[in-house]
């Protein structure tokens, strides 16, 4: 029988990615979309930006965007951000993508940024966010 996860644990019992960089080639080089290549249709020095994750759950929304730990917000990604943050809860998180790991992160709600999470905890309180968000 499976136990339940503490905040912070994680285990390699998980989705993974049906790429298989050996097999398949370098994701990053073949398959990642190169969304630049469409801002030329968008006016205004606009374009497309990714999203990293999203899940929804009876009509409710999440959005995670990961970041590497030195990297900022590109200033529209943020606007996009907090466009999305109407209706949805946003996650903004720093850390180790390979095993989700939140060094620290902020949330966006209503068009709000909320205060950045730091520190050793991060991680737990970043898995809270999510569980809360997943069971109400």
């Given amino acids: 029988m499976n136990r339940e996860l503490e905040p912070g644990e994680r285990t ?3 989705r993974t990615m049906r790429h298989i960089c050996e ?3 370098c994701f990053e080089k073949i398959y990642r979309c190169q969304l630049g290549k469409l801002d030329h249709l968008f006016p205004n020095n606009n374009g497309m930006t ?14 995670l965007e ?3 730990s030195n990297a ?5 990604q943020l ?3 907090r466009a999305l943050s109407w209706d949805s809860l946003v996650i903004v998180a720093w850390g180790d993508p390979k095993e989700m790991l939140a ?6 709600q209503n068009g709000k940024i909320g205060e950045r999470i730091n520190g ?6 970043f898995d809270k966010v999510i569980k809360q968000w997943a069971i109400n």
């Fill in 120 to 125: 050793p905890n991060a991680s737990i309180e």
């Fill in 23 to 25: 097999r398949d080639g």
């Fill in 12 to 14: 390699d019992k998980c």
């Fill in 50 to 63: 990714d999203i990293d994750g999203y899940c929804l759950i009876d009509g409710r929304k999440i959005f």
């Fill in 103 to 108: 060094d620290s992160f902020f949330i966006i």
């Fill in 72 to 76: 900022g917000i590109p200033p529209k």
């Fill in 79 to 81: 606007v996009a951000l």
């Fill in 66 to 68: 990961w970041k590497s």
